[in-house]
């Protein structure tokens, strides 16, 4: 999913998203984890569109997401491994997140 932003309340739009995405279904399959690629976000938004942004408002959309997802992944009855995890992807200038049947140790790159 990708996500365009109007220059106008920008903010506002860049938060919701992130909230937007904890009504997403979330597909946890660890015997076939290319199905899990549906749980991907991309968000994008310039330099300009986040010029108004404090970082603690993007830090408590996707905590709250993250409490969002683990609830979900809660009520599907899941016993295995889960993370929510974040990553800026420099390259492409975007935010982006995803849900894998994994442990925080054994997601594809390092980093906290």
């Known amino acids: 999913m990708v996500i365009g932003l109007a220059p106008r309340h920008t903010e506002r739009v860049l938060v919701r998203n992130i909230q937007e995405i ?39 959309a996707l905590l709250e997401t993250a409490r969002a997802i683990q609830h979900q992944i809660r009520a ?19 935010l982006r997140c995803s849900t894998a049947s994994l442990a925080p140790t054994d997601l594809p790159f390092g980093g906290a």
């Open 22 to 60: 904890a009504h997403e279904p979330v597909s946890l399959t660890p015997t076939y984890r290319k199905a899990e690629y549906d749980n991907t976000h991309w968000l994008s938004a310039t330099a300009e569109e986040c010029s108004g942004l404090a970082t603690g408002q993007v830090v408590s």
């Open 76 to 94: 599907a009855d899941y016993d295995g491994p889960a993370t929510f995890y974040v990553w800026h992807d420099e390259q492409a200038g975007q």
